[in-house]
C-alpha cells in the first residue's frame, strides 16, 4: 500500500470514529430530552454514514423501546427487536446488546423469550469462551462478568417477580448452565434446590441437597437447609441429625479459625 492511500483510508477511519463519537453525544442529548423526532434524525444519518456501527443498533433499540413505552407500540417494540436482533447477528460477542434485549423482555413480562434469551446467551458463551465485549466493545473479564450478569438480571429478576410458576424458568437457566458449566455444579444445585423449597416441595430440595452435602460435607448453609427441609416436611429426628451436624461442624470450623489466629499472634 503507497503512502497517499494509507493516509487517505487513515483519515475515512478517523473520520467514521469522529462521526460515530458526535453521533452518540447527539442521541444521548435528545433521548434525555425525549425529543422523538430529533432521535431518528440522528439514527437517519448515522445510519447513513456508517450503517454497520455496532452503538447504532443499540441506540434504535433504545429509540424503539422508548417509543413503544409511550405510545403503547407494538409495532415499534417489534422494530426495536429487530433492530437489536441485527445487531446480535453482526456482534455475537456484544454482551451490552443481549442483556438489553433480556432486559425489555422482563419489563414487557414476556418470560419465556426472557428465558429462551438467556439459554442462547449461555450456550453462545462456550463457542465464544467468554470473550465477550461491551458498549464501545470494551472487554469484559469473561465468565466472572457473565454470571454476574445471569444471574443479577436473570435469576433474581424472577426471583423478584414472586410468581411460582416462574421458578421453572429459573431452573431451566440454571440447569442450562450446570450442563455447559459442570464445575459450578455446587453453587447450581444450591438454587435449583431454593426453586422447590420455594415451590414448598421440600423433599425435592433435601434430594438436591443431599447431594451438595457429598461433595461439601461441612458447609453450614447446606446443613441448615437440609435440617429445615426436614423439618417442614414433619421428619423430626433427621432434622434433628441435622441440626445437630451443623453445631458440630460449625464448632469445629470455629477452632480451627481461633487457632490459626493464635499461631498468627505468637509469630
Not at 425435592?204 to 458447609?219: A, F, G, H, R, T
Request: net charge negative; proline share 2%; with cysteine.
Amino acid at each position: 500500500m503507497n503512502k497517499k492511500l494509507f493516509c487517505v483510508l487513515a483519515s475515512l477511519v478517523l473520520t467514521n470514529i469522529c462521526f460515530g463519537q458526535d453521533f452518540q453525544k447527539e442521541f444521548n442529548k435528545y433521548f434525555e430530552a425525549k425529543d422523538t423526532l430529533k432521535q431518528r434524525e440522528i439514527l437517519a444519518e448515522w445510519e447513513k454514514s456508517n450503517p454497520k456501527d455496532p452503538e447504532l443498533f443499540a441506540n434504535y433499540f433504545n429509540y424503539f423501546f422508548m417509543g413503544s413505552g409511550i405510545a403503547h407500540n407494538e409495532e415499534l417494540l417489534q422494530q426495536g427487536m429487530n433492530k437489536i436482533d441485527e445487531g446480535i447477528a453482526l456482534y455475537p460477542n456484544r454482551l451490552d446488546m443481549r442483556f438489553e434485549k433480556i432486559y425489555v423482555l422482563g419489563q414487557i413480562e414476556d418470560w419465556q423469550q426472557f428465558t429462551d434469551e438467556i439459554v442462547k446467551a449461555i450456550q453462545y458463551s462456550k463457542i465464544n469462551n467468554n470473550q465477550w465485549t461491551w458498549i464501545d466493545n470494551e472487554k469484559l473479564s469473561g465468565e466472572e462478568d457473565f454470571f454476574a450478569m445471569v444471574f443479577d438480571n436473570g435469576i433474581s429478576e424472577l426471583f423478584a417477580t414472586e410468581d411460582k410458576k416462574l421458578l421453572l424458568n429459573a431452573r431451566t437457566i440454571i440447569n442450562e448452565i450446570l450442563k455447559a458449566y459442570p464445575e459450578h455444579e455446587v453453587e447450581c444445585l444450591r438454587i435449583i434446590a431454593r426453586t422447590y423449597a420455594m415451590e414448598e416441595q421440600y423433599d425435592k430440595s433435601v434430594e438436591i441437597l443431599l447431594k451438595v452435602e457429598k461433595i461439601n460435607p461441612k458447609e453450614g448453609i447446606d446443613l441448615v437447609n437440609i435440617a429445615d427441609g426436614y423439618r417442614m416436611q414433619g421428619y423430626k429426628q433427621k432434622a434433628i441429625k441435622y441440626y445437630k451436624k451443623l453445631i458440630k461442624y460449625r464448632e469445629v470450623i470455629i477452632l480451627q479459625q481461633a487457632k490459626q489466629q493464635i499461631e498468627k499472634l505468637k509469630k
